[in-house]
């Protein structure tokens, strides 16, 4: 029966408004509740601080940031750098924030090279010399006056307390301590917070940072351009020259990070939004569901699933070594690569019965011959999110600490392609690309990403090097085939990167009849001893309006919703 007329337009808005809640698109929907996922529970709890406080998911991307740099120096730092993916409810606004490292004015495309021509052993990962200008802080300042809600100092504050209180010594980074336990014994500044009578400390220890309390707190009056053009900036040349390296103030004052577009592509109806050059994560993921979606995988056995998978990984990795690299220094194919008439093609090449060998893909001709950063993913009650994916490359770093600042040096110049073909400190190899050149972003395989699919939206990015795009692009598929947060962080994996030609599993990633399959298919497979990745996800279920969030159990972290 109609309603009466009087208020039969009453009853039409209600029809239309119902329908329109139904339909609305993920930027319009609103979740109701915040939720962190990071690395360590305390950078988890400073960004749940700045969210009660008021902040926005930006303002607690700070907060979480600094604290990492705190309790989280293995894998990040103030003097490192990073990729930052945003979603601004307001508008529906996806940008992602470059705050990835420079190359000093000072540097040169052989620089890592002896006098034979080849690299030298250690130079860019263990020297001053293989630290790029730091990006970090300038994303953080960034993300504070264009998007956040409150003052620094406030989002600063959780990692100030933090650096000055300390924070108990876990195993994996007693572990980790103990493996740069040497380098740390030389400098006079790092011995006395990190060792103990020359050892890692026992766990429970409390780590205290008196110099980096004193950076942030800089950091927090005077504003972040202090890092780049005040007092910090001084120390920071000073302390890097007498270490070795080629920093220079001007360097640091011309230090800008961009806004760009983020990578953005479709598989079976669920939009992909992530990571653009200069990382090479959101072309290889988009081009490796791009190949995907010619098959049916819910209908194929699992080893042919995974060959499938393998395959995609293989080609999109192919791809990354021959063009990519900072969009600001060379001319890239991105359309091409991303387009789903170059997916065919190469779909067109893969064999159900057979692996196509790497050495049979052109590409980089000469053949080659474990990893450290971390992530973060942030969701408001807005809507608001970040996916934040921040680095000092390897362990520590350098795990040289910058005189009188306490902050780690990034090794990040080990990204650069040192010489054509010849593999980085991850195994992956590059071409003229991603050469070095001065003040050029190095290319990086960081994947912070948004998947919008109709049962809802995850976010999600992992540290891992070169395994970091394999990682995300398994936790899409696990996502839109239903799994929880929790069972995406916590599933096997399975990798390969084009060069080396091997196929890598973690333990219980593939059955014994897998295995037997893929062998028959020609790949050479390889168990790792350990995991890697640590994936940080958060996911939010449309129908059900239920939010979650999972630290990847490899890892120490802790995903909360609140």
Not at 9 to 29: D, G, K, Y
Not at 310 to 335: C, K, N, Q, T, Y
């Amino acid at each position: 029966m109609m309603p009466a007329p009087r208020y039969r337009i009453a009853f039409i808005w209600f029809v239309v408004l119902a329908f329109a809640a139904n339909a609305l698109p993920a930027a319009e929907r609103l979740p109701g509740k915040s939720a962190v996922a990071s690395a360590s529970p305390l950078a988890t709890a400073a960004g749940h601080e700045i969210l009660a406080k008021g902040g926005n998911a930006f303002d607690a991307a700070v907060a979480i940031t600094a604290a990492l740099a705190v309790v989280y120096p293995t894998g990040s730092g103030l003097a490192g750098g990073g990729f930052y993916l945003l979603h601004r409810a307001s508008d529906g606004r996806d940008v992602m924030i470059d705050a990835r490292e420079k190359a000093p004015a000072a540097a040169s495309r052989d620089m890592f090279l002896g006098p034979d021509g080849n690299p030298v052993p250690g130079l860019s990962l263990n020297s001053a010399l293989a630290a790029g200008i730091a990006g970090e802080p300038a994303g953080m300042e960034h993300l504070v006056k264009e998007y956040g809600r409150l003052p620094l100092a406030v989002s600063l504050a959780p990692a100030i307390r933090l650096a000055h209180e300390g924070f108990p010594v876990s195993p994996h980074l007693r572990a980790v301590i103990e493996y740069k336990r040497e380098v740390f014994a030389k400098q006079k500044e790092v011995a006395p917070i990190w060792l103990r009578k020359g050892a890692a400390p026992a766990l429970g220890t409390v780590i205290r940072q008196p110099q980096l309390a004193r950076t942030l707190e800089t950091l927090a009056k005077h504003g972040m351009r202090d890092f780049y053009e005040g007092a910090i900036a001084r120390r920071l040349v000073a302390g890097v020259r007498k270490l070795g390296g080629i920093w220079t103030a001007e360097d640091l004052a011309a230090y800008r990070i961009v806004e760009r577009a983020p990578i953005v592509g479709d598989y079976r109806g669920a939009r992909i939004i992530s990571a653009p050059p200069p990382s090479s994560g959101g072309i290889v993921l988009v081009e490796a569901l791009n190949i995907l979606s010619g098959y049916d995988l819910a209908q194929l056995d699992s080893a042919t699933r995974k060959h499938l998978i393998i395959a995609s990984m293989r080609r999109g990795h192919r791809d990354r070594a021959v063009w990519l690299g900072d969009p600001d220094f060379v001319e890239m194919p991105v359309a091409e690569l991303i387009h789903p008439y170059y997916a065919a093609g190469l779909r067109a090449s893969i064999r159900l019965d057979r692996a196509m060998p790497s050495a049979e893909l052109p590409g980089i001709l000469p053949a080659p011959q474990g990893p450290q950063t971390t992530h973060f993913s942030v969701l408001d009650a807005e809507g608001n999110r970040v996916a934040g994916t921040i680095t000092l490359n390897f362990l520590f770093g350098s795990g040289l600490v910058v005189p009188g600042t306490g902050l780690f040096l990034n090794n990040e110049m080990d990204d650069f392609s040192k010489k054509a073909g010849v593999p980085n400190g991850f195994q992956l190899v590059g071409n003229a690309a991603n050469e070095i050149a001065p003040g050029k972003r190095m290319l990086s395989s960081m994947t912070p990403t948004f998947i919008e699919s109709p049962r809802g939206l995850m976010i999600a990015g992992s540290p891992g090097g070169s395994y970091i795009t394999g990682m995300v692009l398994l936790a899409t598929l696990d996502f839109l085939d239903g799994r929880s947060a929790a069972e995406i962080v916590a599933a096997p994996r399975i990798h390969h990167q084009y060069l080396p030609d091997v196929l890598q599993y973690e333990r219980d990633a593939l059955t014994p009849n897998e295995i037997e399959s893929l062998t028959k298919r020609g790949y050479t497979l390889r168990e790792s001893k350990r995991g890697w990745g640590n994936l940080q996800v958060i996911t939010w279920d449309y129908a059900s309006g239920r939010v979650d969030a999972a630290s990847d159990p490899r890892g120490e972290g802790e995903g909360q919703v609140y």
